[in-house]
């Protein structure tokens, strides 16, 4: 990742998704902070305790539709530009459409295995600006 600490905010209601994803994370080195939010809503009481430097976010939560759940995570950024990655078990070409034209740096379906794949999706979202 990059040499200052790096935090990295997990909004998912799978525990054991978010446990091997920060695991991943965590291999990565010590560098790496990461905070994990059960719901939507705690995901955004994190955005605005911890401003992450990235977010990943499951779209499938029962409180609040991950879709309402990245509009809300980028109203509480108010111009704060923090890249967004979705890992997620839902595929519609729609929301990734959606999802890109809202700025979402990434869409990964969640496979076995996938969790690298978001690891280095994080990555080159803080190491190469916006496109």
């Given amino acids: ?4 600490p790096v935090t990295v905010l997990l909004i998912d209601e799978q525990k054991e998704d978010r446990a ?4 991943c994370f ?11 939010a059960s719901s ?8 605005r305790a911890v401003q992450p430097d990235c977010i990943v976010l499951e ?8 879709m309402e759940v990245l509009g809300r995570i ?3 950024l108010a111009g704060r530009r923090v890249p967004v990655v979705i890992w997620t078990v839902l595929s519609h070409v729609a929301l990734r459409t959606t999802a890109s034209a809202l700025g979402v740096r ?3 379906e969640k496979t076995r295995g996938s969790e690298q794949a978001v690891v280095e999706a ?4 803080l190491t190469s600006p916006a496109g």
């Fill in 106 to 108: 990434a869409y990964i």
């Fill in 122 to 125: 994080v990555r080159e979202c």
């Fill in 26 to 36: 965590l291999d990565v080195g010590s560098h790496v902070r990461v905070f994990e």
């Fill in 74 to 76: 980028q109203d509480e």
């Fill in 40 to 47: 939507g809503e705690t995901g955004l009481d994190w955005v």
């Fill in 20 to 23: 091997s994803l920060r695991r």
């Fill in 59 to 66: 779209l499938r939560m029962r409180d609040v539709i991950g």
């Fill in 1 to 4: 990742m990059t040499a200052h």
